[in-house]
């Protein structure tokens, strides 16, 4: 029986993907690993829409990527068809987030937030489960997606 073999990328649809890309990389410190648009028959049969044109950006976290591709996640702007925002609130079915690791949870809340980024709280040190004695934080990327900040325990 076949089946799912590793994780290639995790992606977020944006609504302009200069922005998305400044903020990723140029806040959160990612690599831009390509840049490209999507203006082809592959593309429209993928996504199912048969006038999609797309920008897409692939960005990793320093310094390599954990995946099997050569980027952890992708931003993509639909160019065409247009289509007005969604709600990305995360108590939503079918809203989702990014979690991503860090070793000073508060020295980065605290870079993040100087910058202009908008977070639901301070990092929280959290007090029961598997993470114990680490400190997590919701933020939100331009777009209002929910990111996650992880300090993990110390083990």
Aim: aromatic share 10%.
């Amino acid at each position: 029986m076949s089946g799912l073999t590793g994780l290639w990328h995790f992606s977020f649809t944006v609504s302009d993907l200069d922005a998305s890309i400044r903020f990723y990389r140029d806040l959160l410190g990612m690599v831009l690993v390509h840049e490209q648009r999507q203006d082809n028959d592959y593309t429209r049969r993928l996504v199912g829409y048969p006038d999609a044109d797309l920008r897409v950006a692939q960005l990793a976290v320093p310094p390599a990527s954990s995946t099997n591709s050569s980027h952890d996640l992708e931003l993509v702007q639909y160019l065409s068809p247009a289509a007005a925002p969604t709600d990305p609130e995360r108590k939503r079915a079918g809203a989702a987030h990014l979690a991503f690791t860090t070793d000073d949870a508060v020295g980065t809340y605290e870079r993040l937030r100087a910058a202009g980024v908008e977070f639901v709280s301070p990092p929280n040190e959290i007090t029961a489960g598997v993470n114990r004695g680490g400190y997590t934080c919701y933020f939100f990327d331009p777009d209002r997606v929910t990111l996650e900040l992880v300090q993990p325990p110390r083990r």
